[in-house]
């Protein structure tokens, strides 16, 4: 007796095909695996450097020939996977968690620094009807992307950055409300530092446009057991990391708290 | 109608399912997710004097029929559990157990003590824990310790106590029967049995704590095998566990001498559908047989040795 899917949750063994420089903090790292080419926008893996640890990542690329994780180095296990070279091998299971649900009609995608990982697959997957990206970060080298998305988007990329080195200047939430008053959108699908989404789904709601966040936690199972990674009563490795505006409204954590790897409620850091 | 609601250790059960400690108690939410999901009861992850932050991943891994897992215990510590858990046990409709663990008898009590005020409605021992004193040793696997433990958090409370038990020893009835000794209200059987797996590309153990405990239906036999074993030689009620995925798994258990089950790794293969699923099927299956009372199931597989 197995789970749902074969071997879903048994860890391959996975060689890097190809490193990208994404930006001097954020690397992509391309490899082969059958499951994860069949992952939707918005799924995540767990990422196992043996000796070391298993770590969640979004999958920032399906590809016809390689998927792929996009990884900040902000600690020993981001800085382990960062260091990957061509021909490294590590461990994977997943993927894991449910997708975002594309609807039809015109799409808004607003992404905070590293948190375009998870939309670019997204941005691919609409391939012709264009979204329109609003993508910020803290300076014109943390734009995510930015020269793969100029290229397929073109006007349709709206940038932002805080100190003003490229784009706009100011945080992707000054910049949305201004976008929401021209054009109607059908759904705004957004991914960045939590501050960011709540106040991202606080404009959605007055202006009424659907939308769906890609939340984060602290990740410990990955298999919708352990609890570690709730948000109130919903798991993000399982019922998320993708929720709509309507299931987070009664969601008194979010934007507030978190649990910490003992399971101690603790506030979000701004 | 059959009946399947059913008084265990003094806990007026509307069903006999709950969840196993561990899966998803961490938080007084998750608590009352599965509450919602149609569990007879709810068991907290285990509490414990300190805090925990647990082993680094891997803490779990899937094997062939059931789950390894070495969490490590990951917990706030007691004295956040208190605030933790105050609002949950407020508004929960269901009898809440609150799972403890901890390296001594006085690291029990400690825990029993400065939550007794609290609306638990029972304790559950976690006794798969190190002893301080004798290192190598789970409490669980030592007769006396077993006693000492019960005895002290007796003395602390007058909450039902139930223990753990591990299943990792050689007899499991004269556990049993030192926590029968020793005053418990109530049985569990069983925890998880010590295993590993070794990851043969990377040439090494998968889990980062190398060891950890096999879950699942790779362990039912085992479990059904531990209920009906203890249930020959001892009074107290049993809560069976072990790798009930359906409501076949559930009757065996009552068959074999249980008059509760708790389902952990069966939500990773059914998510939390699991407790209507086997309601169904429970119900269904007693109206089949004609059994009116769920009270009739229970040690039916003793029938044959206790004949007269």
Known sequence: MNSQLPNLNKHRTVKVQRTIDETSTVKTILFNDTLCSKAKPGQFVMVWIPGLDEIPMSVSHIGNKFVGISVKKVGEATEAIFKLKENSEFGLRGPYGNSFKILKGRILIVGGGVGMAPLKPLIVKLGRDKPTVLMGAATSDELLFFKQLKERLNENLIVTTEDGSK???????????KLLEKKSFKCIYACGPELMLKRTLEIASKFKVQAQVSLERYIKCGLGLCGSCMINGLRVCKDGPIFSIDSLKSVKDF??????PSGRKIPIQK | MAKISIEVVGLKLKNPLMNASGILGLTGHSLKRIADSG??????KSIGKDARLGNPNPTVVEVNCGLLNSMGLPNPGVDAALEEFEELLKTVNVPVIASIYGFSPEDFSVVAKKIDSLNFSAYELNVSCPHVKELGVEIGQNADAIFNVVRKVKSATSKPVLVKLSPNVSNIVEMARAAEDAGADGLTAINTLRAMKIDINFGRPTLSAKIGGLSGPAIKPVAVRCVYEISKSIKIPIIGCGG?????????????????????TG???SDLQIFEEIIKGLTAYM?????????ELIRLAHREDEKV
């Open chain 2, 244 to 264: 009930i995925t359906s409501w076949k798994d559930a009757v065996e258990f009552f068959m074999a001498g249980a008059s509760a089950v708790q389902i952990g």
């Open chain 2, 39 to 44: 569990a007879g009861a709810v068991v907290s």
């Open chain 1, 255 to 260: 934007g507030f708290h978190r649990l910490d």
């Open chain 1, 167 to 177: 784009g706009l200047k100011g945080l992707v939430s000054d910049i949305l409300p």
């Open chain 2, 287 to 295: 109206k089949k047989k004609k059994f009116k009372e769920l009270k």
């Open chain 2, 267 to 269: 939500i990773l293969y």
